[in-house]
Every structure is written in C-alpha cells, then in structure tokens.
C-alpha cells in the first residue's frame, strides 16, 4: 500500500503543564519518571498524527536529564517526526521548564523515541515517509537516520549475544 509522504510539521504536537507538589520526587524537583512519562505520550501524539494510526513505544534511544525541573514551574513539551522508516518512526521530544513568575526558560531535556504504527489487527502498518521542509528538519531526519542505523546494529549484536 502506497503512502502519501507527510510535512514534519504536520506533526508537530505541543504539550504544557504546570509541575504541582504530587510530581515532587524526594529531592523536592519533578521526578524524572513523571517527564519521561509525558515525554512519551507526546512522542506518541506525535507519531499518531503522522501515521493517523495508534502507536507503540519501541524504544528511548536518548534521553538526558540536563538540569533540574522545579515544583511551580511550567513544562512544554514540543515533540515532531525526524525520522521514518518502512513501520517505524523517530519523534524529537523537547522539554523547556518556564519559571512562570520570572518568565525564564531553560531546556531541560531533548528525547529520541521510536514508535511502530499498529493496524486494526495489531500489526505493524506503513508509514507516511517525512517531508522535511527546510535544512533544519533535513539535518535532524539524517542526524536520525545514523541513529536509527545504530539502533538496528545494537539490535543484531544483542540477538548474535543472546544466542551464544
């Protein structure tokens, strides 16, 4: 089945929430799970939206906790397709933390997830290839597709190991 090729920002998803005491961990910040878990579902509104299929989580290829996210602060979270493959698609997640009464932003977090595409039945389905409109997205979707290269690399080692 042939797919029509898709803009990257047509997938473009923005998520925003403000960090309230239950999202403490025991050091007093947001805790690092409760950024993963939205990093992961607005990767996953991401890749939806491009394939117009659900989707599921195949892997968090990166993801480093740059600083601290502090209770009372708003986090944004803008997540849009870098990569595709035949079923499979990479979603760039970036997280900005606003201290809402000084208005100062700092980036928090960048993440790579890999999400399939999931037909009717549960299986994997084709993908929309991306459409990169300009050299930023050009430069991200072949920074994605060395990645992607490693991931499947990494892949075969672990299946080669397991085997032994």
Do not use: W
């Amino acid at each position: 089945m042939k797919v029509a090729p898709k803009r990257v920002s047509d997938s473009r998803v923005s998520l925003s929430q403000l960090m309230q005491p239950e999202h403490a961990n025991l050091m007093g910040n947001v805790h690092g799970g409760y950024i993963m878990k939205l990093i992961d579902e607005v990767g996953a509104l991401a890749c939806m939206r491009h394939a117009n299929r659900r989707v599921v989580t195949v892997a968090v290829d990166h993801l480093t906790f740059r600083q601290p996210i502090h209770i009372g602060h708003l986090v944004m979270l803008t997540a849009e397709i870098s990569y595709t493959g035949r079923t499979s698609m990479e979603a760039e997640v970036r997280v900005i933390a606003e201290n809402p009464l000084t208005g100062k932003r700092s980036h928090t977090n960048t993440a790579y997830l890999v999400y399939v595409a999931l037909g009717d039945d549960g299986r994997p389905v084709p993908v929309p290839k991306i459409e990169c409109e300009n050299e930023k997205q050009e430069r991200r979707k072949r920074q994605a597709e060395v990645r992607q290269e490693y991931r499947l690399k990494q892949a075969r080692q672990d299946e080669t190991s397991e085997a032994s």
